[in-house]
C-alpha cells in the first residue's frame, strides 16, 4: 500500500470504539469470532477504548441497525464499526479507519470491500488464462469475487493504495463518526420514529430513534436501496461523504452446493478424489511429505 496512516497512539486512546454486530439467531461465523477476539487483543494492547454490542434475534435487519446505531449514540463511544457476523477482518483495518476518521477529515462515512457470496466464474477464468494457477491452483480462492459497493459517478478505474470516495458501501465492515449520525439526524428529522417494545429498558416505545437506515426506491434512478446503500444516499444528500479502503482484505462466510459429476471430471482426465500430486500446485513426480 502506497498510503500511509501516521496517527498518534496517544490520540487513538482518545477515540472509543463501539463494534456493532446485528446477529439473527445469536449465530456468527467462527472467522468472525476470530477477528473480534484479535480486535480486543490489539485494543487491550494499546489501551484504545473497545466496546462490544451484539443485538440477537432481531429478524429486520433495518430496525437492528437503528438499535445499534441508537445504541451507540446513548454510549460516550466516539465512532461505530458494523460489523457483520459473516465477515472475517484483519483488526489493524479496524485501528486504520479509526485513524483516517478524525472529527476534521472528510471521511464522514468509511468501510472496508468484501466479496458477495457468490463465485464470479468468469473471473476465475481470466486468472486461470493469465496463468495465475499454474505454479498454485490455490491462488485462484483471491479471483472468485464481486464486491459490495459502487463507484461514484463515471469512475472506470480506483487507486487500490488509497482511500477512495464512493457512492455506495456495505454496512458490513462500515464505520460511522458520531458527528456523521448527528448531522444526519439534524438533516432529516422525520426519520425519527418511536420503536416497538422490545423488553428491555432502551427501548421500550416511550421515546423516539433515529430510523438512520431503510428500504427507499430512489426517485431518480428507480433502484431498489437496501439499507445500507439507502444510508449511503442520504450522508450524500446531506452533504457529507462516503469512502472506502480498496487495500483491505476481507471474508465472507457462506453456503455453497458442492456439486458437478464423475462424468465431467473423466472428460478432462481429473482424479475423483484428492490427487496429492497437483494439490497446492506440486508437481506430479513431487512427494508429498
Known amino acids: 500500500m502506497g498510503f500511509e496512516i501516521k496517527v498518534s497512539i496517544e490520540e487513538l486512546r482518545k477515540r472509543k470504539i463501539f463494534l456493532a454486530t446485528p446477529m439473527y439467531g445469536g449465530q456468527c461465523a467462527g472467522m468472525y469470532t476470530r477477528s473480534v477476539a484479535d480486535l480486543a487483543a490489539l485494543c487491550a ?62 471521511y464522514d462515512v468509511i468501510g472496508a470491500p ?13 486468472a486461470v488464462d493469465k496463468g495465475i494457477a499454474d505454479e498454485d491452483p490455490n491462488k485462484l480462492e483471491k479471483y472468485v469475487g464481486d464486491y459490495v459497493f459502487n463507484p461514484k459517478g463515471d469512475q472506470k478505474e480506483i487507486p487500490i493504495g488509497q482511500p477512495v470516495e464512493v457512492r455506495e458501501i456495505g454496512t458490513g465492515f462500515m464505520m460511522i463518526r458520531r458527528k456523521t449520525f448527528e448531522e444526519y439526524a439534524k438533516v432529516f428529522p422525520k426519520q425519527s420514529y418511536k420503536p416497538d417494545h422490545i423488553r428491555t429498558a432502551a ?7 433515529m430510523a438512520y437506515f431503510d428500504c427507499i426506491i430512489d426517485p431518480e434512478s428507480k433502484r431498489y436501496l437496501s439499507e445500507d446503500y439507502m444510508f449511503c444516499y442520504n450522508v450524500q444528500k446531506a452533504g457529507m461523504k462516503v469512502w472506502f ?29 484428492a490427487d496429492a500430486s497437483k494439490i497446492g500446485g506440486k508437481k506430479s513426480n513431487e512427494t508429498v511429505k
Open 203 to 209: 427501548f421500550d416505545g416511550s421515546r423516539e430513534i
Open 245 to 273: 479502503c480498496p487495500w483491505m482484505q476481507t471474508q465472507h462466510v457462506g453456503m455453497y452446493v458442492f456439486g458437478g459429476s464423475l462424468a465431467d471430471l473423466a472428460s478432462i482426465g481429473a482424479s475423483a478424489t
Open 114 to 126: 468484501y466479496p458477495k457470496k457468490c463465485i464470479s466464474w468468469e473471473k476465475v477464468k481470466q
Open 45 to 106: 494492547k494499546y489501551q484504545i477504548p473497545l466496546q462490544l454490542y451484539f443485538l440477537f434475534n432481531e429478524s429486520l435487519i433495518t430496525r437492528a441497525r437503528n438499535y445499534c446505531a441508537d445504541e451507540f449514540m446513548r454510549s460516550d463511544a466516539s465512532h461505530m464499526i458494523f460489523l457483520d457476523s459473516d465477515i472475517g477482518f484483519n483488526p489493524q483495518d479496524v485501528l486504520a479507519l479509526l485513524a483516517l476518521q478524525s472529527d476534521d477529515s472528510d
